[in-house]
């Protein structure tokens, strides 16, 4: 199975609302990373948040880090409908040239 | 910053035919790449890790006389769909990856735009 998982799973809000998703991981990590992939596109690397790091921020976006809980969320601000994507969190491990495996992916859809 | 390049971007083939794309890290050297495969509204499923000169590991259910990885040098690496059919139409990216590193400096791991094949 996925190391991580997303929650939720669909997200649809309106312009302006701050949206949280949710990622849970099973292992140890080395860091965690967000991705955003418009449908049918690449990957765009968001932001990276270390193991020993708690939180990290960039631009409108908060990333956090609980590693006790093996869970990370990521929020965006005052969000936009450029915003609609799929986001994703991928885990990467210590071991094996830094091996990751990403999560089943929140859908969010921003509505102007 | 480090580019990884794939090639083709997209792909349209015959059933039965085999299909070559290619990944290649531009300004840096990749020892190890991860090959993924993305079926339409799911996530990123890893089938493969290849490290520069040696055989790739497979994950469990990828066929590897299927899935041919080669990874020759340290900014290429292809991957080819052989007998493709149509079940095979997904998205594949690749990653490039560099070890070596302290674990501390597992950096942003670049990834390639994605190839999207679709076997008629």
């Known amino acids: 199975s996925q190391q991580g998982e997303e929650d939720p799973q669909a997200l649809s809000i309106q312009e302006g609302e701050n949206a949280t998703m949710n990622c849970s991981y099973k292992?140890?990590?080395?860091?965690l990373q967000w991705y955003r992939q418009n449908s049918g596109r690449g990957l765009v690397h968001l932001i990276l948040?270390?193991?020993?790091?708690r939180e990290k921020h960039s631009g409108r976006l908060r990333v956090t880090l609980d590693t006790s809980k093996k869970s990370s969320s990521l929020l965006i601000t005052a969000s936009r409908a450029a915003d609609t994507a799929s986001y994703f969190c991928?885990?990467?491990?210590?071991?094996?040239?830094?091996?990751?495996?990403f999560g089943d992916g929140t859908t969010l859809t921003v509505k102007p | 910053g480090a580019v990884v390049s794939q090639h083709p971007s997209w792909v349209i083939c015959k059933s039965g035919t085999s299909v070559k794309i290619e990944c290649r890290s531009l300004?840096?050297?990749?020892?190890?790449m991860f090959w993924y495969r993305q079926f339409p509204k799911q996530s990123l499923m890893l089938m493969a890790t290849?490290?520069?000169?040696?055989?790739?590991?497979?994950e469990q259910g990828v066929e590897k006389d299927k899935f041919l990885i080669n990874h020759a040098s340290l900014t290429l690496s292809t991957l080819t769909v052989t007998s493709a059919h149509p079940e095979d139409s997904s998205f594949y990216i690749c990653?490039?990856?560099?070890?070596?590193?302290?674990?501390?400096?597992?950096?942003?791991?670049?990834f390639g735009p994605g190839t999207r094949l679709t076997v008629l």
């Open positions: 991928a885990t990467v491990t210590n071991t094996n040239a830094g091996k990751s495996t």
């Open positions: 292992t140890s990590i080395n860091n």
């Open positions: 948040i270390r193991s020993n790091e």
């Open positions: 300004d840096f050297q990749a020892t190890t």
């Open positions: 290849s490290n520069e000169g040696s055989k790739a590991t497979y």
């Open positions: 990653r490039a990856g560099t070890s070596g590193r302290p674990s501390s400096e597992y950096n942003e791991q670049f």
